[in-house]
C-alpha cells in the first residue's frame, strides 16, 4: 500500500511538473503560443529559437529545475530507489503531460536531466561534454544527443559503479522520452510546415 506522503509527493511532482514554464515564458516575453509556433513543442529549445537565447536558457533552467525539486522532495522523504525514481518520472510526465495545458506538452528532456543531474552528476556532465562535440561536429541537435543517452547508463553502470537497478530505471526515463518523441512527431512534423521551421 502507498504511504500517504509517498503518494503526495508524486501528485505534488506531476503538478510542479506540470507548470509550463516555457510557454508562460513565451507568452510573456513576446506574446506566442509555442503549440503553434517554430516547431511546435513546449519546451525550451522551441523558446530559444522562436523568442530568443536568453529566454530559452531561463526556460531551460526552469525545466531542469522540475527534476531538481523531485530529486529534492525524494530526499525529504528519505525515499528508497524506486520510490526516487517514482518521483522523476512523475514530474517529467508532469512536464510531458502537463494538466494545465490539456496533455500538450515538451519532450521532457531537459526536466530528467534535472533529476539525473542531482543523481550522479559528474556521468551527466561527461555525457553533455560528448554531446556538445558530437554537435560541434553534426551539426544536428538530435544526432548530437543520441550518443551522448547511449553513453549515460554505460558510465553508470561501468565507471560509476551504479547498480543495476538505477541502470534500468535510467533506461526507462529514456525510453519514456523517446516514445514521448514518437507521439509529438505527426503534430510536431505539421506545424514545421505551417512555421516553416527548418532547424536541425
Known sequence: MLRPEFL????????FGSIPFSFLVARWAKGIDLRTSGEGNVGARNV??????????????????????????????????????ALGLAAVIGH?????????GGKGAATAMGFIFCLSPFPLIIAGA????????????HLAVAPGMALLPLLWLFVFNKSWTDVVLLLA??????????I???YMRKIKS?????KS
Open 130 to 141: 560528448f554531446m556538445g562535440l558530437a554537435f560541434i561536429i553534426f551539426r544536428d541537435f
Open 173 to 182: 526515463m529514456f525510453l519514456f522520452l523517446g516514445l514521448k518523441r514518437w
Open 96 to 104: 510531458a503531460f502537463p494538466v494545465f495545458l490539456k496533455g500538450r
Open 194 to 198: 505551417q512555421t516553416g521551421w527548418n
Open 184 to 186: 509529438d512527431e505527426p
Open 48 to 85: 530559444w529559437h522562436s523568442v530568443g537565447k536568453v529566454y530559452g536558457f531561463i526556460s531551460g533552467f526552469l525545466d531542469f529545475s522540475k527534476g531538481v525539486v523531485a530529486w529534492a522532495a525524494a530526499q525529504l522523504l528519505a525515499l528508497d530507489s524506486p520510490e526516487i525514481w
Open 8 to 15: 503526495g509527493a508524486i501528485i505534488f511532482c506531476y503538478l
